[in-house]
T-cell receptor
Framework: DADVTQTPRNRITKTGKRIMLECSQT?????MYWYRQDPGLGLRLIYY???????NKGEISDGYSVSRQAQAKFSLSLESAIPNQTALYFC?????????FGQGTRLTVV | RKEVEQDPGPFNVPEGATVAFNCTYSNSASQSFFWYRQDCRKEPKLLMSVYSSGNEDGRFTAQLNRASQYISLLIRDSKLSDSATYLCVVNYGSARQLTFGSGTQLTVLP
C-alpha cells in the first residue's frame, strides 16, 4: 500500500461545483501539505498543517479550504470550482528529512 | 522574487555527459535542503539530501553554499533514465514548511 493515498486520481467537474480531494497517510507524520502543479510553475503550496489543530495558508490558498480530520487525513475542498483551478494536485507528508507524496489528482474544471 | 529559484531548462545533453543544476534560495534561515526527481505526470521523489559538507551518491553530487545561498546538483555520466525534472527543495523557518523550486527539466539524448 502507498504511504500517501489520494482520491480521486482523476476528476472532471463543472464550473461552480464543489469538490473535495482526499488524502490519507500511513507514515505517522504530523505535517501534511497540499500543492498544485501547473506546467512551468512547479509545485505551489496551497495549505499546510502541522497537526490536527494547526492549519496554515500557503502561497495560493484563495478559492480553497482544507480540513484535517485526523493525523492521517487531510482533505482539500474547492467550494466553487473555476477553470483556472484545473491542475495536478499533490498531497504530501513530511518528516524533518523527507517528504512523501501521493500519486496526484488530475483535476479538470470545465 | 521567488523564495527558491531554478533555471527551468530544458537541458538536453548526450548520454555520458556531465550536467549541473543550480538553485538559489532567498531565506538565509533555511535549514535543510534536498533534490527531488519528478518523472512526467508522476509524484516527486527524494533523490538526495544536501549536506553542508557536500555529499555524493554514485553519479550524483550535491553541494551547498550557505554564504551565497545556493545548492547544486551534478550528474556525471548521464543515462537515458536520468531524463526527468529535478526539483530543488528548501525547508526553512520555524514553521519548517517545504518550499519547492519550479524544477529543471533534463533530457538525456541517445
Amino acid at each position: 500500500d502507498a504511504d500517501v493515498t489520494q482520491t480521486p486520481r482523476n476528476r472532471i467537474t463543472k464550473t461552480g461545483k464543489r469538490i473535495m480531494l482526499e488524502c490519507s497517510q500511513t507514515k505517522g507524520h504530523d505535517r501534511m501539505y497540499w500543492y498544485r502543479q501547473d506546467p512551468g510553475l512547479g509545485l505551489r503550496l496551497i495549505y499546510y498543517s502541522f497537526d490536527v489543530k494547526d492549519i496554515n495558508k500557503g502561497e495560493i490558498s484563495d478559492g480553497y479550504s482544507v480540513s484535517r480530520q485526523a493525523q492521517a487525513k487531510f482533505s482539500l475542498s474547492l467550494e466553487s470550482a473555476i477553470p483556472n483551478q484545473t491542475a495536478l494536485y499533490f498531497c504530501a507528508t513530511s518528516s524533518n528529512t523527507e517528504a512523501f507524496f501521493g500519486q496526484g489528482t488530475r483535476l479538470t474544471v470545465v | 522574487r521567488k523564495e527558491v529559484e531554478q533555471d527551468p531548462g530544458p537541458f538536453n545533453v548526450p548520454e555520458g555527459a556531465t550536467v549541473a543544476f543550480n538553485c538559489t534560495y532567498s531565506n538565509s534561515a533555511s535549514q535543510s535542503f534536498f533534490w527531488y526527481r519528478q518523472d512526467c505526470r508522476k509524484e516527486p521523489k527524494l533523490l538526495m539530501s544536501v549536506y553542508s559538507s557536500g555529499n555524493e551518491d554514485g553519479r550524483f553530487t550535491a553541494q551547498l553554499n550557505r554564504a551565497s545561498q545556493y545548492i547544486s546538483l551534478l550528474i556525471r555520466d548521464s543515462k537515458l533514465s536520468d531524463s526527468a525534472t529535478y526539483l530543488c527543495v528548501v525547508n526553512y523557518g520555524s514553521a519548517r514548511q517545504l518550499t519547492f523550486g519550479s524544477g529543471t527539466q533534463l533530457t538525456v539524448l541517445p
